[in-house]
């Protein structure tokens, strides 16, 4: 960011949440586990849609995925994001389940595709918070 | 029929107060209180189909129910926020007891909660934004409202079923044929053809400007009356034959499938208590946010077949003289959106055609609509069957 102040909206941690946002800051992608029926559970929660349950332990996830669906941005609606445009905004289907919203970066808008295998990579936009955004997965898989 | 003994209270939550949040959200205060009346009712998320709202006072905001459904793992079909002040708990029970009684719920989780003390609640100016999910996990990476919601359900259609901008362009074409015989639409007058559409700006792949609904003013009221009222009506009664409402997400991320809609349960249920099929149907009166939003709701509703919307519009005439008459008073991609009168202008058009008084754009013979209300991201639906 080269000490130009952030203008777009910054997450607000909660209790629930903090531990999510220090694993984006450590390069980790961490996601619930609920320790009474075993299922996975974005986005942090302090109750088990599932079954009630309150013992929710973090697991840390490959940080793997597909493009579930994508849309690139040409028009932005909060002014911030408009030197960004065209920007690709996603959700992601992460190989443990749960999917999620993100941004795919490293690769033109013209070149996302649905069920495109991508990665999480993460982008410090300010000393406290690290957005967690998805890149072409790098490596055979790609061949 | 009176409510007496149609309902009744088997479980509650209840916290402590404190004089402040102590960092509690109010979501977070309203999961708790929601999980200790769930587990004193022996009932799980997926045991609960009505989810009632006291809204809380210093964190007004759209659509509660769908926040705190999505966040507890409960599907409602029956929302309702009751704000009726002091008044809301115990107006909960009875709109719950109602609910049941009608056979749209079986179990109705009615909540409250508010996260305050004593200056943020006397100062207006000092209430903080609304601590929700969408806000920390949807919000930074620059969503555009909810039209990049509807274009990355388009998009996964697409990819899905092989569905193309030409068929979604159809649907928008055909609604402006509609508006042009409606001197009430805001682009009464302005014909647009297939090609129009498709070389309007992309705004947001792969929607283009004339696929995207246009925010306006306006205004929409009708009035429901009892069997007893309704014979002394001046004009011929539009009955209610059936109804049924769904909701199951706040965040598109979040839906069970993107490309299939809880239309796919509301629609169902609707034809089921009024008797009759989607080919009985003399006019579809559905919400057009976006083409793709009709295109889903088409599937959904069993008008043909999941998936086989794209052709399925292709192939028929959806405009007021045509074998398949859709959202004859344009829709409200060329009638306009003023708010939420944008979704009420189904329910008038419906009441319109069925009275036989929708001028040179009335359907002929008309005796049996399909009224769909669409919310959030397709998150919440409400269906109904209207007839004469």
Redesign the interface.
């Known amino acids: 960011m080269a000490g130009e102040e952030y203008r777009?909206?910054?997450?607000?941690?909660?209790?629930?949440?903090r531990p999510f946002w220090q694993g984006t800051q450590a390069r980790e992608l961490r996601l619930q586990q609920c320790r009474d029926c075993g299922k996975r559970i974005f986005?942090p929660?302090?109750?088990?849609?599932?079954?009630?349950s309150?013992h929710l332990d973090w697991v840390v996830a490959t940080g793997k995925g597909k493009v579930?669906?994508?849309?690139?941005?040409?028009?932005?609606?909060?002014p911030a994001?408009q030197e960004?445009v065209p920007?690709v905004?996603?959700?992601v289907e992460l190989d443990e389940g749960p999917?999620?919203?993100?941004?795919i970066v490293g690769v033109g808008?013209e070149d996302v595709r649905?069920?495109m295998p991508v990665q999480a990579a993460y982008d410090d936009v300010t000393p406290d918070i690290t957005?967690l955004n998805f890149e072409p997965l790098l490596g055979p898989e790609m061949n | 029929m009176t409510l007496k003994r149609a309902a009744a209270i088997t479980g509650i939550g209840e916290l402590k107060p404190t004089r402040n949040p102590d960092?509690k959200?109010t979501l977070?205060i309203m999961?708790?209180v929601s999980?200790l009346a769930?587990?004193d009712a022996g009932l799980?998320?997926k045991d609960v189909d009505g989810l009632l709202i006291g809204p809380p006072i210093v964190e007004m905001v759209p659509m509660w129910p769908s926040v705190l459904g999505?966040?507890?793992?409960v599907h409602p079909r029956y929302s309702n926020v009751v704000d009726i002040g002091g008044a809301s708990a115990a107006g909960m029970v009875w709109r719950a007891a109602a609910a049941i009684a009608a056979g749209h719920c079986r179990a109705a989780l009615c909540v409250t909660g508010e996260a305050s003390d004593v200056e943020t609640f006397y100062s207006p100016r000092a209430r903080r934004r609304s601590?929700l999910?969408y806000?920390?996990?949807?919000?930074?990476?620059?969503?555009?409202?909810v039209?990049?919601g509807y274009?990355?359900?388009a998009?996964?259609h697409m990819?899905e079923y092989g569905t193309t901008s030409r068929q979604l362009a159809k649907i928008a074409a055909d609604q402006r044929t509609n508006a042009c015989a409606n001197p009430d639409a805001l682009f009464f007058d302005q014909p647009i053809t297939i090609d129009d559409v498709l070389d309007s700006?992309?705004?947001?792949?792969?929607?283009h400007l004339l696929e995207i609904v246009m925010p306006c003013t306006g205004g929409a009221a009708f009035v429901v009356v009892s069997p007893e009222a309704a014979r002394q009506s001046p004009r011929p009664p539009v009955w209610l034959l059936g109804a049924a409402e769904y909701a199951t997400h706040m965040?598109?991320?979040?839906a069970p499938d993107?490309t299939t809609s809880p239309i796919a349960v509301t629609a169902p249920k609707a034809f089921q208590t009024a008797g009759v099929s989607p080919e009985d149907v003399d006019l579809v009166s559905v919400y057009d946010c976006y083409t793709i939003t009709v295109l889903i709701t088409l599937e959904d509703a069993g008008f043909c077949p999941k998936g086989g919307g794209g052709p399925f519009v292709a192939e028929h005439d959806l405009t007021y003289r045509g074998d398949l008459p859709l959202n004859t008073h344009g829709g409200q991609l060329s009638f306009g959106q003023p708010g939420l009168a944008g979704g009420a202008s189904h329910v008038t058009e419906a009441v319109r055609q069925l009275q036989g008084r929708a001028g040179s754009r009335q359907v002929p013979n008309c005796e049996l609509a399909f009224v769909n209300g669409n919310g959030g991201v397709m998150s919440e639906q409400a269906s109904l069957v209207l007839g004469r």
Request: net charge negative.
């Open positions: 777009k909206p910054l997450p607000q941690p909660s209790e629930t949440s986005y929660r302090a109750i088990c849609p599932f079954c009630l309150e579930y669906s994508y849309t690139v941005v040409r028009r932005a609606m909060h994001f960004d920007y905004l996603a959700i999917r999620l919203t993100t941004n808008p649905v069920d957005l | 960092g959200t977070g999961a708790e999980r769930m587990l799980e998320p999505e966040y507890l793992g601590q999910p806000r920390e996990f949807e919000v930074p990476y620059g969503p555009m409202g039209n990049s274009a990355l359900i998009q996964r990819f700006p992309l705004v947001v792949d792969p929607l965040m598109l991320s979040q993107i």
